[in-house]
């Protein structure tokens, strides 16, 4: 017994040394090593604006991650709401109601009318005439609203806070 017992601590240590010794021979790369090739930079961006609907001026912040989400609070005194866009979802919470809207672009189309996407609504945050189209856009809703953006500016990342309470009804 003692017999296979030193012969199978002889196969593991044997094992151990050349595992050792392929280990140091895999570390050690004689080709020159190639830098990583470098990431496209995200950009982030946020905007204030001010919108006047029948006498009654709200404020708001838009936040932006190119490509990748777009995220919008607007307050009176208190905040009223936010939203929160990405390429396939969008979630609008009316906090000051305690309500909420999840769904899709085809919800959107469903539920309004409206057919939109990501692209269109991030081509149209960045326009130049962005005050403009979207106040062509509340018209099209029958709302007259005056809006005012100011300029973009670049930020480091931001956060994109979005919390909806469960109890929070649908809208």
């Known amino acids: 017994m ?3 017992v030193n012969i199978l601590a002889f196969v593991l240590a044997g094992l151990m040394v050349a595992g050792c ?4 021979q895999a570390v050690v790369d004689p080709r020159p090593t190639e830098e990583p ?3 496209p930079t995200r950009v982030y961006r946020s905007a204030n604006f001010s919108c006047a609907v029948a006498g009654t001026t709200v404020s708001g912040q838009v936040r932006m991650a190119e490509d990748s989400i777009i995220w919008a609070s607007v307050s009176k005194v208190i905040e009223l709401g936010r939203a929160t866009a990405t ?3 969008v979630i609008v919470y009316a906090k000051a109601m305690g309500r909420c809207f999840r769904g ?3 919800d959107i189309y469903t539920r309004f009318h409206y057919r939109t996407s990501f692209a269109d609504l991030q081509e149209m945050l960045l326009a130049p005439d962005a005050d403009e189209q979207l106040r062509l856009l509340a018209l099209r809703f029958g709302v007259d609203a005056s809006v005012h953006f ?4 670049e930020l480091k990342e931001p956060s994109f806070p979005m919390y909806v309470p469960p109890q929070a009804r649908s809208l």
Request: include cysteine; aromatic fraction near 16%; hydrophobic fraction near 15%.
């Open 104 to 106: 899709t672009y085809d």
């Open 37 to 39: 090739p470098e990431l």
């Open 21 to 24: 010794t392929a280990h140091r």
């Open 150 to 153: 100011q300029p973009w500016r």
């Open 87 to 89: 390429p396939d979802s």
């Open 2 to 4: 003692c017999k296979y």
